[in-house]
């Protein structure tokens, strides 16, 4: 970033590639291995940004990009938070409702655990084709978000593997103490499926 006479700018990284929004739709859900690794470095990337004590607070499938060389990149830090010890509360509730955690609905205290919680929404979302709490209103949603578990994601697409849905049901416990409580331990978990998956694969 710079200033130059009275221009203030800030030069980014140009990705080439795009973000996940089509791949959430019925008829164009990417393949369940493809799904898995993308998961798999979302929750590394923010298990480096929390270990900077930084938590994105906006995770959805618009803010996760698949590049051209197949890496996974996680954009828009626009509304992200660094955690100060002195802050207690997390003050303005900002985010995509659809993808919000309980806790910052109701504009409690959060950590990384959040961003785990958006995680799971986008998880299911590209595994099912559909988003996992609904409302004919932003009231009515908020309340499903808080108060109502999800379905199960193998109803809805029964080639959902069973361990997929473990996962997906700790990572949206309303309960942040009840979810992974690091995005590292999410992608270890992830990581060791896709390993399984290859070595069934493998197999003659």
């Known amino acids: ?9 800030i030069a980014e990284e140009f990705l080439e590639g795009e973000d996940l929004r089509k791949y959430t739709k019925k008829g164009s859900l990417l393949p369940l291995r493809k799904v898995l690794n993308i ?4 929750a590394s990337a923010l298990d480096y940004a929390h270990g900077q004590k930084v938590i994105h607070r906006d995770i959805k499938p618009g803010n996760i990009m698949v590049l051209k060389n197949g890496e996974v990149k996680v954009t828009d830090f626009g509304i992200a938070k660094a955690v100060s010890s002195s802050e207690t509360k997390s003050g303005v509730v900002l985010g995509t409702p659809s993808y919000m955690s309980p806790e910052q609905i109701n504009s409690q205290e959060i950590d990384g655990r959040s961003d785990i919680f958006s995680l799971g929404v986008v998880f299911f979302e590209l595994l099912t084709g559909q988003l996992p709490f609904h409302g004919k209103t932003l009231t009515n949603l908020l309340y499903q978000i808080t108060q109502v578990k999800h379905p199960s994601p193998r109803e809805i697409n029964p080639k959902v593997p069973k361990p997929c849905e ?10 942040p103490d009840q979810r992974f409580q690091t995005a590292g331990d999410l992608g270890k978990y992830l990581k060791a499926l896709i390993k399984k998956i290859d070595q069934v694969r493998a197999q003659p």
């Not at 970033?1 to 700018?9: F, I, K, N, S, T």
């Open 1 to 9: 970033m710079g200033e130059d006479y009275d221009l203030v700018y």
């Open 39 to 42: 998961i798999a470095e979302t």
């Open 166 to 175: 473990q996962i997906i049901n700790k990572a949206l416990a309303k309960n």
